[in-house]
């Protein structure tokens, strides 16, 4: 499974950004997908979760209300809209998927917001 993330950039706070993360390879396999993100001199967190065909979604408490995940099966594309932007949702932004026994990462994207 390959992943590749896009549409991050510089945004002010209180904009918009969406992520996305295309999802080549043995696609069937994957069980559930998410973003993480890493901000300087903190640890990866986990942001958001989708889990593949249940469609249950989960969230970080810091961005519930403001971030939405969803997926295009047919275009094998997971999306992050992220909305109310604050400075500190500055960070690289990686897609996440899971399969059964392995686990795989995109090469993230920087999301900055500036005040």
């Known amino acids: 499974v390959q992943l590749v993330e896009s549409g991050g950039g510089l945004v002010q706070a209180g904009g918009s950004l969406r992520l996305s993360c295309a999802a080549s390879?043995?696609?069937?396999?994957?069980?559930?997908m998410g973003w993480y993100r890493q901000a300087p001199g903190k640890q990866r967190e986990l942001v958001a979760l989708i889990i593949i065909g249940g469609g249950y979604t989960n969230y970080a408490d810091s961005v519930k209300g403001r971030f939405t995940i969803s997926r295009d099966n047919a275009k094998n594309t997971m999306y992050l809209e992220m909305n109310s932007l604050k400075p500190e949702d500055t960070a690289v932004y990686y897609c996440y998927a899971k399969e059964l026994w392995s686990n795989y990462w995109g090469q993230g994207t920087q999301v900055t917001v500036s005040s």
């Open positions: 390879g043995s696609t069937f396999s994957i069980k559930a």
